[in-house]
Nanobody
Framework: QVQLVESGGGLGQPGGSLRLSCAAS????????MGWHRQAPGKQRELVAI???????NYDDTVKGRFTISRDNDKNTVDLQMNSLKPEDTAVYFC?????????WGQGTQITVSS
């Protein structure tokens, strides 16, 4: 059974930092591109960041320079370091695993940025 379990969500202050982590099980982790999407209230789910099987990263323009995605193939985890938080980063953040034939999603974790 495939599981993607996010942790690290919660309340952050504008200008502050939070770190999300996603632990994967039930998949051959190194075979999957890993990433994070987010969905704000009333908006569509959007890509935040992705890291390929080869470690190549890509970011949405709204988070470029503030967020950093990383993966640990030994621990089967993918992290999202979020710095310089803005209120518009408030959303539910979803971890996902992508291969050529499968996509798996985590349950999501709420990030709220507010003073």
């Amino acid at each position: 059974q495939v599981q993607l379990v996010e942790s690290g969500g919660g309340l952050g202050q504008p200008g502050g930092s939070l770190r999300l982590s996603c632990a994967a099980s039930g998949i051959t982790f190194s075979f999957y591109h890993m990433g994070w999407h987010r969905q704000a209230p009333g908006k569509q789910r959007e890509l935040v960041a992705i890291i390929t099987t080869e470690g190549v990263t890509n970011y949405d323009d709204t988070v470029k320079g503030r967020f950093t995605i990383s993966r640990d193939n030994d621990k089967n985890t993918v992290d999202l370091q979020m710095n310089s938080l803005k209120p518009e980063d408030t959303a539910v953040y979803f971890c996902y695993a992508l291969s050529s034939v499968r996509t798996y999603w985590g349950q999501g974790t709420q990030i709220t940025v507010s003073s």
